[in-house]
């Protein structure tokens, strides 16, 4: 039995017809720009047909039937779901690990919305929408913050007044704990580790980036806090900054909290430094010898080694340095200027191995360092999925 999994954002619809026990896909698709004149249709079937259409697809509910129609044009027997697998970003304090959705949970997810208003309110819709539509299928949340909830309280706590902490939720959560699952068991498979015993740094280098430092198999610290806007330098976020340069942009420049939130989430980063917000294009760039794409790549490598550095110190010691997602996957430059000045912590980089166009887990070191130095392409939809079908059967068991 499959499950089918869904990423409802604020105005798209991505979803993976997914046979949870191999990770792979069977069928899969994207409803893109929902509400605008021209959305975007896309549905493939796996070693079949793609097909393409632009159309208006007035909300989310539109992108859903458009959805379940396609899949069930390409033969799928939607009844015979496993589980709807949703991705929601926020879980919050409540949510630990993967639930099975019913009243009180979309309440709870609901109650989550002020610490993610831009991500939970969409994924909260894709799962009332897919409740209604398919109420004999149990539908899973499956929680981006879910997998940092092992981090001790001196990872996850900001050093303010505790009365305020406490009432409004302000304390670090961690984001992109999807991907880390899937990589960390990766990787402990690879290098032959037990997962309760495998010390890893993570890089997870997307459009967000962040890093994770793992411990027997579990987070026990990451980048991003209490919103994605922390820590590495990111496409358009700004990732660490002195708090102090808000309170300097408000009342110097004039700007308002608003104003603000947009200049560090969506004019930041690789984007404010470079007026690239696309790795490759930066690069591309960079190589053309422009000195403010050289800048961005500086600060962005500078960044993650400084979290290197840091969870170092929070680990009894480490067995692999993990590349993972669009930039950590598929730029051997970024990985050379991230690894190459750290050869005195045991980062031996092997610059063939790091080079070659080959796809799948594998290592890049030279086998001469104390550390492995390992590339895992990640698999959110397959960890949903997998997330997803454990919750169901151990809830029916
Ligand atoms: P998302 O966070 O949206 O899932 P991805 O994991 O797909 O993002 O990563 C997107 C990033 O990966 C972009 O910055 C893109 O430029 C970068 N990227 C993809 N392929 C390459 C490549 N060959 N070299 C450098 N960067 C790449």
């Known amino acids: 039995m499959n499950v089918l999994v869904v990423n409802s954002g604020s105005s798209t619809l991505k979803y993976q017809l997914v046979d949870p026990d191999s990770g792979t896909w069977l069928a899969r698709g994207l409803v893109d720009r929902i509400g605008q004149p021209e959305s975007e249709v896309r549905h493939e079937v796996a070693g079949g047909a793609v097909t393409t259409s632009a159309r208006a697809v007035d909300d989310h509910s539109a992108a859903v039937s458009t959805m379940l129609d396609d899949l069930r044009g390409g033969g799928t027997d939607l009844d015979a779901l496993l589980a709807v697998g949703h991705r929601v970003v926020h879980g919050g304090r409540a949510f630990r690990e993967p639930v099975v959705v019913d009243d009180a949970v979309e309440a709870a997810i609901e109650r989550m919305v002020p610490l993610a208003p831009l991500h939970n309110p969409a994924g909260l819709m894709g799962i009332r929408i897919m409740r209604a539509l398919l109420p004999g299928v149990p539908q899973v949340a499956v929680f981006d913050t879910a997998f940092h909830a092992t981090m001790p309280p001196e990872a996850y706590t900001y050093a303010i007044p505790r009365a305020m902490t406490d009432d409004l939720g302000i304390r670090r959560y961690g984001f992109h704990g999807t991907s880390y699952a899937f990589v960390t068991r990766r990787s402990a498979e690879f290098l032959d580790v037990p997962l309760d015993d495998v010390n890893l740094i993570i890089a997870h280098l997307g459009n967000g980036a962040s890093m994770t430092a793992v411990r027997g198999g579990r987070s026990i610290d990451t980048s991003m806090g209490m919103t994605p806007l922390e820590g590495l330098v990111m496409g358009t976020r700004s990732g660490d900054i002195d708090p102090g340069v808000i309170f300097h942009l408000v009342r110097e420049a004039g700007l308002s909290v608003d104003e603000v939130d947009r200049l560090l989430n969506k004019g ?48 009894p010691g480490l067995h692999a340095l993990v590349f993972t997602a669009g930039i950590g996957e598929n730029d051997p430059a970024l990985r050379h200027e991230v690894c190459s000045p750290l050869q005195h912590l045991g980062l031996h980089l092997d610059p063939v191995r790091n080079e070659a166009a080959q796809g799948g887990v594998r290592a890049i070191d030279a086998g001469t360092g104390a550390v492995r130095i390992l590339v895992v392409p990640t698999d959110e939809e397959a960890e949903i999925a997998r997330q997803a079908a454990a919750t169901v059967r151990s809830s029916s068991r």
């Open 268 to 315: 930041s980063g690789l984007l404010g430094l470079a007026g690239e917000q696309d790795m490759r294009s930066v690069r591309a760039r960079a190589q053309g010898g422009d000195p403010a794409a050289r800048l961005a790549l500086d600060v962005y490598g500078y960044r993650i080694r400084s979290y290197i550095g840091a969870y170092l110190s929070a680990l």
